[in-house]
């Protein structure tokens, strides 16, 4: 079988006065964890080098332009790209991008895959941008990634590697079935993701841990229904006191959780992943080319 460690680093909170320097130091100590502990393979969390800041209201780029990197490692991220590759880890990494394309400045919510040998496998733009562009006011905290971000232009790719071939999306993205399909669809085996979720929803009342369970009720479908691994890393506990959820897991092609974080901190948990253990899902039950009727679905793309 083609086994493989793979971890999934979890951060606690990065508070407003944490430095990128001090968030990067902290992302290469469970580096390190995952290295000692034979892991291939490292998953962060979205926007892990800042705060989540689209929880804040922001109005000219020279306000928020603080969160985002420039460049591919960025200056910030260099000590971690040195880091992994003379360990000889691959990653994924989430981060606020700016970049110029087509004659302007474009900001997305990014994430890179990075291969042990230290080689910038591909990039993903987050496509499923929650909540709103203008604030909605008198709330204790806003959710303004469409004010922030553009939706990510790049589609779902897929991306071959040395251990397999994996796809990335990040947070909101998880929540929609699409996402994975369309990965699943082009020959991805695992799926890397991060997310920072707000505990309290700001849209509309619920008890807390339904935020959970749908965290969960969505990768363990996603894994299922895909037959491949989902790898997914929390940026939570309470930032400046506005909490995130944790429960940082693995979750195996068969649906079932593997292993999950027990804490809101750092916190770097793996498992021994088969990577075949999803062949046989898809060769059966979820044998896309057997099985599938897409003359039955066109709904799904025109509507
Ligand atoms: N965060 C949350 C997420 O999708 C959210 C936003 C939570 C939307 C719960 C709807 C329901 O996990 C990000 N960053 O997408």
Redesign the pocket.
């Known amino acids: 079988s083609r086994s493989e460690v793979f971890a999934v680093a979890q951060m606690g909170p990065v508070h407003l006065a944490d430095t990128k320097a001090a968030v990067v130091s902290r992302l290469i100590d469970m580096l390190r964890e995952a290295h000692g502990r034979g892991a291939t393979w490292v998953t962060f969390p ?1 926007l892990a080098l800042t705060t ?1 800041f ?1 929880r804040y209201i922001y109005d000219t780029p020279e306000q928020y332009d603080v969160f985002f990197e420039e460049g591919l490692p960025s200056p910030a991220m260099v000590p971690l790209f040195d880091v992994a590759r003379n360990l000889g880890v691959g990653f994924y990494l989430g981060y606020a991008e700016k970049v110029r394309e087509g004659g302007q400045m474009r900001r997305f919510n990014t994430s890179v895959l990075v291969g042990p040998n230290g080689d910038v496998l591909g990039k993903y733009r987050k496509i499923h941008l ?2 709103t562009v203008d604030p909605i006011g008198d709330l204790e905290f806003e ?1 303004l ?1 469409k004010r922030y971000f553009e939706v990510g232009n790049l589609g779902f790719p897929t991306f071959s590697t040395s251990s397999g071939r994996f796809g990335m999306c ?3 993205d ?2 929609w079935p699409e996402t994975f399909r369309v990965m699943a669809l082009r020959g991805a085996e695992v799926f890397m993701l991060g ?4 505990t309290r ?1 700001i ?1 509309h009342h619920e008890p807390a841990y339904l ?1 959970e369970f ?2 969960r009720l969505s990768m363990e479908s996603a894994a299922y229904q895909n037959g491949a691994w989902v790898m997914a890393a929390a940026k939570c506990g309470s930032e400046d006191g506005f909490a995130m959820i944790g429960g940082s897991m693995i979750v195996a092609p068969t649906g079932e959780v593997v292993t999950r974080a027990a804490s809101e901190d750092d916190e770097v948990i793996t498992h021994k992943c088969d990577l075949d253990m999803g062949a046989y899902i898809r060769r059966s039950v979820f044998d896309f080319a057997r099985h599938r009727r897409i003359e039955h679905y066109k709904p799904i793309t025109e509507q």
Not at 195 to 198: D, G
């Open positions: 979205e989540f689209p929650p909540g959710h990634e990040i947070c909101n998880r929540r997310y920072n979720t707000p929803n849209h935020r749908h965290h």
